[in-house]
């Protein structure tokens, strides 16, 4: 059948690029992670600080929690540009809407590069990359959502995590290098080679094809089926290509019935587009408070009160090491745990350290502050601790609420309205972002490392939902997801649903038959 495809090595490196773009300048793809790992350096760095912070009463600069907050969380713009892609990847393309919105970018990129002293440029520069890497990271899952073949499409959409992990990695690579240079170069050196990456993605997106399905769906079927035919590694005039176009067809033209699909219709009752539309929008929601953001994003300011002997560039530089290692397992993991086990495993174990890093950091280590001199083995015992579950928590991350809420979002709506969807989730996921960075300074300047147990709440929250409310996609082809919802099967016991002789196969069966026919009577 269809869903069961040879697949090129075309695909998987087409997935490999585009997720390099994605998520944030900092977080949706290699951009996403890069410019989140990048700030958290930045916020420590001494000319960062001077240029952009405040002035104390005993004459030192200083970046107060308010000002922090708000460089931080302006890149969060990007929840209103998750929901702007979703006109323009019906407009210009789904191709064509990664290019655009690169171009976005790439400007904020410069703009904030550009800033000398001023704090008003500095963040309207991370507000329009936020515009683009927020839409970026709603269009790119739906690219590659569309252009994957089932067998791999998990696979594939974990390798967006990877990039996005990647970035931050890399990010403070160059910050372990830069920060010892006593001038504006410490911060505008990794925070400029944004623009590399943003003109990289802008300049390779010319090479790659349109989604399939998008083609399809505007009646350019010729083109639709030569990009079918290269992701799959064979003939435009193979049977897999014919099977895949009549199913593609047929569904978008059951979808299309209705006509133009409206915002109203992603919270609808049919195909129970509402369940559908809210467990992507929670699973980003509990991702973004699962506690690794916050690790992210202050890690370094957060670690020095550890007392580790180490710099918070190395423990951040370890951090990100982690996060990589992390998150290569997912691409094995996604295929055979599947998206629910991946899910409630990676909900316990986080749970598990969020509380711990909770209790000994509040009762064990020293206050913030403190010189290395003066603190005692019990804080240098806890800080170790702490670092250690810490690193513990990323990983496992990593491999599991990482990716995972990003392969269901991208693979879990219908063509009609998967635009619209996926930018509501995208958007959720901005917004808690937006509301992680913008508070968590002024939370941990009341309550310190308790905070944790605010991530602990949400990720034993998490676990019930998953549990509750969450099926298993794995293995399914994005049409035959349509079926599973209608099913009305509990998702605790969706891992062993099979789809009923699957939605199309009547229908294939006719046309075939037909043409079948039809040869022989010409014969």
């Not at 998953?466 to 099967?489: C, M, Q």
């Amino acid at each position: 059948m269809a869903g069961d495809v040879p697949t090129s090595r075309r695909a998987v490196l087409l997935a490999i690029f585009i997720a390099f773009g994605e998520k944030r300048t900092s977080s949706a793809g290699f951009l996403f992670g890069y410019d989140m790992g990048v700030i958290s350096g930045c916020l420590i760095m001494p000319d960062f600080i001077y240029r952009f912070g405040q002035m104390g009463p005993d004459g030192q600069a200083y970046l107060s929690s308010s000002r922090q907050s708000i460089i931080v969380s302006l890149l969060s713009a990007g929840r209103v540009g998750a929901i702007a892609q979703a006109f323009t990847a019906d407009r210009l393309g789904r191709r064509g809407s990664i290019l655009f919105w690169s171009a976005i970018f790439t400007s904020g990129v410069a703009i904030q590069t550009g800033t000398t002293y001023s704090l008003v440029q500095l963040v309207i520069g991370r507000f329009i990359a936020g515009l683009g890497v927020g839409s970026l990271s709603a269009i790119v899952p739906l690219y590659n959502g569309e252009t994957a073949p089932k067998a791999i499409r998990g696979t594939i959409l974990v390798i967006y995590q990877v990039q996005i992990i990647s970035g931050i990695f890399l990010s403070y690579l160059f910050e372990l290098g830069s920060h010892t240079i006593n001038n504006s170069a410490s911060w505008r050196i990794p925070v400029g080679l944004q623009i590399v990456w943003g003109l990289i993605l802008l300049s390779g997106m010319f090479f790659l094809p349109e989604s399939p399905r998008h083609l399809l769906g505007t009646g350019r079927g010729d083109e639709a089926r030569r990009v079918i035919a290269e992701l799959n590694g064979v003939h435009e005039d193979d049977v897999l290509v014919v099977e895949i176009v009549e199913e593609l067809d047929i569904a978008i033209k059951a979808e299309n019935e209705g006509g133009r699909a409206t915002w109203v219709e992603c919270f609808s009752s049919r195909n129970a587009m509402w369940r559908r539309t809210i467990n992507g929008m929670m699973l980003q929601f509990i991702q973004q408070l699962n506690g690794q953001n916050f690790y992210y994003y202050y890690g370094d300011i957060f670690f020095e009160s550890a007392g580790a002997g180490l710099s918070p560039y190395v423990i951040q530089t370890i951090l990100g090491a982690v996060s990589v290692a992390g998150t290569l397992p997912a691409l094995y993991f996604i295929e055979t745990w599947g998206r629910r086990k991946s899910l409630l495993l990676g909900a316990f174990a986080q749970a598990v350290c969020a509380f711990i890093v909770a209790l000994v950091g509040h009762y064990c280590l020293a206050p913030s502050g403190t010189p290395v001199s003066d603190l005692t083995s019990r804080n240098k015992a806890a800080g170790g601790v702490v670092i250690a579950f810490a690193v513990l928590q990323v990983f496992v991350f990593g491999t599991t609420w990482g990716p995972t809420p990003w392969v269901y979002l991208g693979e879990s709506f219908p063509l009609r309205v998967r635009p619209k969807s996926i930018a509501l989730g995208s958007a959720s996921n901005w917004f808690w972002n937006f509301m992680l960075s913008f508070f968590s300074p002024r939370i941990v300047d009341k309550i310190g490392p308790l905070i944790m147990l605010v991530f602990f709440g949400m990720l034993v929250a998490g676990f019930f939902y998953v549990y509750f409310a969450i099926p298993e996609t794995k293995g399914i082809t994005l049409e035959e997801v349509d079926e599973l919802y209608r099913s009305g099967i509990p998702p605790w016991r969706s891992a062993g649903w099979k789809p009923s002789e699957k939605h199309y196969r009547h229908e294939i069966h006719e046309v075939n038959e037909k043409r079948t026919s039809g040869s022989e009577e010409v014969a």
